[in-house]
């Protein structure tokens, strides 16, 4: 009986021993479990913050998209108008340089060639300066260099009118 009770006493503390070992290895095991579950809260929370990032890049995104657009169209714009700019300003120089033809250099009108004479009269067009007689530079219109309509001539009245016409 003694022997019996001995192994029995062997038994609960070998039992005890192994109680105290798994005691042990759930605590360990329980403050795994608290560090898990409070790693798995802030990785939701991270995760929320990145969505919410995520909607901002996308919209940010698309404003920087829809502005590259208009900068483009801008751009279209912009060198459309400095061709037409440019435009202007050529065919406007080509006249402001017209230089006042000389009337000793010029004997015949410079568009039908018929030659000058008492009778026959020089006029110079206001437009481009060269000499003309009268039928050949009948026509009047109001230049940008003055108030009231002068004496042009046919060639500079129909390249004005067309010019006027296309604006």
Known sequence: ANTKLIEQSKVTENQTSQIEILKAELN??????????????????????????????????KRCEEQERSLCEMAVVVNSSKLEAESLRESHSA?????????SENPNCFLCQCSFSVS??????????????HECS????TLPSSAKPVRICDTCHALLLHRYSAK
């Open 28 to 61: 360990k095991q329980t403050i795994q479990l608290n560090d898990l579950k409070i790693t798995s809260d802030e990785l939701a929370l991270h995760k929320s913050k990145v969505e919410e990032l995520d909607k901002q890049l996308k919209v940010s995104r």
């Open 95 to 103: 006249f402001n340089d017209a230089e006042w033809a000389n009337d």
């Open 120 to 133: 026959r009269r020089r006029h110079h067009c206001r437009n481009c300066g060269l000499i003309f007689c």
């Open 138 to 141: 009948s026509r009047k219109m």
